[in-house]
């Protein structure tokens, strides 16, 4: 006789459990019962959406004392036959999640003796009562056939489970146990949920894969799929933003002449990152997000779709499959079951995603390369097409391959994933029946939310080095009283983690109370010349200019007098002097120019465009969104200041030229030419990355490479003194507690100087790698961005100081650029090229000059590089620079300077 609970005996606040009936084998996830009338009590939502998003129209109908949305807690209203209205609910409690997915159900119990998930409270009581065995289930098998009569005695003791809010289980005892536990009826039955008996979800990708004859299917749709309804499918080439909603399909289907049982089905969608050193054959994965859809998985709870969409389960659909999965979970030969799922991407990740507490970390990494070690090289044939600029399998749930300028071994992944988890019939072992994936490509939104506070690289490297160096000090202490075999002293353990774990029994001077004091004060200075005048000033002139970039050029000019050398030669030839009083006026004829030019341009508060290849440009633009990935474009859009929203279209570069005193006077070299180049820095390590990155330091190598050998020595120091720690950690441990005597023990452990992680931040470090790619044509020439410009000539070799065609150094360079028959255009460009990017120099005092050029940034029309947004995760990372060549006449050289740009995912396409 199936049980039936009523609200009454039900907790407050949960929702309430109903049975199926008997005809389908009870309910199956997600739906209701066939040819039962809906319940009046609440029902379960989905776990993969975290807000309240929906679409409001004029017409929209005004809710009903009849509509179900209202009485599930209180849901917006809805409409039950418009496809474009989608509800999105809010996440479960941690206890539904706990009781429903936290754990791989093993056996097969009663699908109608279930109970509703134990409270936190009632988790601790029962922490300490609960019975926990290994036996086999065979024994209890056996023990029923043997004693039936116990039967009656097993349910009686369920139902003081239900009035005590006990939660009902099977229970696996030897036969002995089982029978004084029957006769007793005192101890409560170990439920379904119990981790001795039980695999953690965590634990299933570490499950070993079985081959089975089951088909499983995943398909993504433009809009929420409804029952009896073929759904218009998703394009390969869609991507994903923050806030949009993911819909879709499974289908599973055994393909066998058997039935197949199974222990839990699970519809996920994951975001990880995948970093392959091959030299030494090690893979990291770091896995990011994880999202599990419960009306989409299995269990024997009611959930609704968190679509709205009404779902009768057992009905039969427009394809012939049976929506949703039995509660004997058992896939019948020959029959398909379909499910249906919802996901919605958040605009952060939790927290706890990054230890090292960064907040960029939390950030959603956007779609990098490709995971061609998955599923053993299944994508590792995908090739770019040339043409397009990108690539895939050809098939649904492929991933795309574009020109992102990221090796092989670096990836970002983000999946639509169903798992099929069963036993081995042959050893009982929990197995992967099957595992389908269904790539997705996400491109975040770019939040511009400057985090308050947050120290500099600089300051979290000296921070970070500070920490270790103490806590070696503290070591080294520690060892010098191990040598001459004396108790660990307070001041021995400053500065680690048990800091304060040793009494002394002499009184502690002044300066160790003052020291006390300001550690809980956290007031005390990491370093006592931070008083020093000039360093504060130091301090502050490094941060009025810390959004600012400098570089410098040196330059010297040598010309010879064309007089002075026709004169010479003239003299020679006419004998009027020597050939060596010729060549003396020739040297004194000779002029020098030289100084120094200082380059300074700010960093800019504006972005370039995120920039994907033409045909995803088109597939994406928001004309082709969906109504409602249209509105969450523009509520996003919202979020961003109005006068942000601009994409970054130019660079000001200031110059200023300070000459040498011995110059020749006159003015600085002019500018010969400007070019530009976009870099692409790509920094990645196979330890969680401790600090926040910049382009300033990946860029400049001699400092990069020092902060790697600096933390390549410190680490290497670490596991030394880790060695000749476990080497001594019995006589460490006596000597710790050899003030304490009244204490009970206690262990001493390297991790209480080093933990684990601070050493895992030294190695991430020592292991950084840093890659920069160099794009030339990313960007338009100089030449082509001037307004009404209609000139086609590429480039332009050289340009006048005062813009004047009429002078000589301007003619020439003229003449030798252009025909005579276009001397009104010549003369127009130069003058255009600048007014609007060289400019002229300007003389502010004496052999100081300044100039500011203006480098225009317009993308080329046909670039075949896909430039992904910038990014900082525990794993990877990825910056850009604008290097600007300007190149001077007269052979002075050409400077260079770098300016850090972000490129976001926010301006219209």
């Not at 869609?238 to 289908?251: A, L, M």
């Not at 000589?808 to 990017?837: A, M, W, Y």
Request: charged share 25%; with cysteine.
């Amino acid at each position: 006789m199936p049980r039936d609970f009523s609200t009454k005996n039900s907790h407050p606040g949960r929702p309430v459990f109903t049975n199926a009936n008997t005809e389908i084998s009870g309910l199956r996830r997600g739906r209701r019962p066939l040819r039962t009338p809906p319940q009046s009590g609440p029902s379960m939502r989905s776990a993969s959406t975290g807000t309240v998003l929906r679409r409001k129209r004029e017409n929209e109908r005004s809710p009903s004392p009849n509509d179900r949305s209202n009485a599930r807690g209180g849901s917006l209203p809805r409409s039950r036959n418009n496809q474009e209205n989608v509800l999105v609910d809010v996440l479960p409690s941690f206890e539904m999640y706990n009781s429903l997915h936290r754990h791989i159900p093993q056996g097969n119990i009663n699908p109608d003796c279930h109970d509703f998930p134990p409270c936190y409270q009632e988790v601790e009581a029962q922490q300490n009562s609960i019975l926990r065995n290994t036996d086999q289930p065979t024994e209890i098998q056996a023990l029923e056939s043997q004693h039936p009569q116990q039967r009656p005695d097993m349910r009686r003791s369920s139902s003081l489970g239900v009035n005590n809010l006990q939660a009902f289980s099977t229970q696996h005892l030897s036969i002995q146990n089982t029978i004084s536990r029957l006769q007793e009826n005192s101890e409560p039955i170990e439920d379904d949920f119990n981790d001795s008996d039980n695999i953690n979800i965590d634990k299933l990708y570490s499950l070993p894969k079985l081959s089975t004859p089951i088909e499983v299917t995943i398909r993504l749709t433009k809009n929420p799929p409804k029952p009896h309804e073929k759904p218009e499918e998703e394009s390969i080439l869609k991507e994903y933003t923050s806030g949009d909603v993911i819909h879709g399909y499974c289908i599973v289907e055994n393909t066998s002449s058997q039935p197949l049982p199974f222990e839990m089905f699970y519809v996920t969608f994951e975001g990880y990152i995948s970093l392959v050193d091959r030299q030494i054959g090690k893979r990291t994965l770091k896995r990011f997000l994880r999202m599990v859809d419960l009306s989409a998985s299995w269990s024997y709870t009611n959930i609704q779709l968190s679509t709205g969409v009404d779902v009768i389960v057992g009905d039969v659909d427009y394809d012939n499959c049976i929506l949703g999965l039995t509660n004997n979970r058992i896939l019948e030969p020959g029959v398909r079951y379909k499910k249906f799922f919802t996901f919605k991407l958040p605009n952060q990740l939790l927290d706890v995603t990054c230890k090292q507490e960064q907040f960029r970390h939390t950030l959603l990494p956007p779609s990098f390369g490709v995971d061609k070690l998955r599923h053993h090289g299944k994508y590792a044939g995908i090739k770019v097409n040339s043409v397009l600029g990108c690539g895939h399998l050809g098939v649904k749930g492929s991933p795309i391959l574009t020109i992102d300028m990221v090796d092989e071994n670096l990836s970002v992944n983000y999946t639509v994933d169903a798992r099929i988890v069963g036993k081995d019939k042959k050893t009982q072992k929990l197995n992967l029946m099957k595992e389908v994936d269904y790539n997705i490509r996400v491109i975040p939104f770019a939040f511009c939310c400057p985090v308050i506070g947050e120290l500099t690289t600089d300051q979290q490297l000296n921070q970070l080095q500070t920490d270790i160096e103490r806590r070696i000090m503290a070591l080294q202490s520690v060892f010098s009283r191990l040598e001459i075999n004396e108790p660990i002293r307070p001041k021995d353990v400053n500065h680690t983690d048990i800091d304060g774990t040793v009494d002394s029994n002499l009184d502690l001077d002044e300066a160790e109370l003052l020291r006390c004091k300001m550690n809980q004060l956290q007031l005390r200075r990491t370093n006592s010349r931070s008083s020093n005048s000039s360093d504060n000033r130091n301090l502050k002139s490094k941060f009025l200019h810390s959004n600012k970039v400098e570089a410098q050029f040196s330059y010297k000019v040598r010309s010879k007098s064309s007089s002075g050398f026709k004169n010479g030669i003239f003299s020679g030839l006419l004998g009027g002097s020597s050939s060596s009083s010729g060549r003396n006026d020739i040297l004194k004829e000779k002029t020098e120019k030289a100084g120094l030019i200082l380059f300074q341009a700010d960093i800019p508060e504006y972005s370039l465009p995120y920039r994907p290849p033409s045909l995803l440009r088109k597939t994406n633009k928001f004309d082709n969104k969906n109504s409602y990935d249209q509105e969450n474009w523009l509520q996003l859009l919202d979020l961003v200041p109005e006068e942000m929203r601009r994409p970054l279209d130019h660079l000001d570069i200031n110059l200023t030229c300070i000459q040498s005193n011995n110059s020749r006077p006159g003015e600085p070299p002019e500018i010969q030419s400007i070019t530009t180049e976009l870099l692409c820095i790509t920094a990645k390590s196979d330890n969680s990355i401790p600090i926040k990155l910049n382009a300033e330091l990946l860029m400049n190598k001699n400092k990069f490479n020092e902060m790697k050998e600096k933390y390549a020595d410190l680490s290497k120091t670490v596991s030394d003194l880790s060695k000749e720690f476990e080497a001594n950690s019995t006589k460490l441990s006596e000597l710790y507690n050899m003030r304490d005597t009244a204490l009970a023990p206690r262990e001493l452990r390297f991790g209480d100087f080093v933990p684990s992680q601070l050493h895992n931040n030294l190695e991430s470090l020592a292991n950084l790698d840093v890659n920069v790619v160099h794009l030339h044509d990313v960007f338009r020439k100089q030449t082509h961005t001037l307004k009404d410009f209609t000139s086609s000539q590429d480039t332009i070799s050289a340009i006048p100081s005062n813009g004047s065609v009429s002078h000589s150094s301007s003619s020439g360079f003229l003449s030798s650029t252009f025909s005579t028959s276009s001397e009104h255009s010549r003369s127009s460009t130069s003058l255009k090229f600048v007014d609007q990017i060289a400019h002229e120099w300007v003389k502010c005092e004496p052999f100081k000059y300044k100039r500011t050029i203006t480098v225009n940034l317009e993308y080329n029309d046909n670039i075949r590089e896909t430039l992904v947004p910038t990014f900082e995760s525990c794993l990877c990372a990825r910056f850009y620079c604008v290097r600007v060549n300007i190149k001077f006449d007269h052979h002075a050289g050409t400077a260079t300077i770098d300016v850090p740009v972000d490129i976001k995912n926010f301006h219209n396409i």
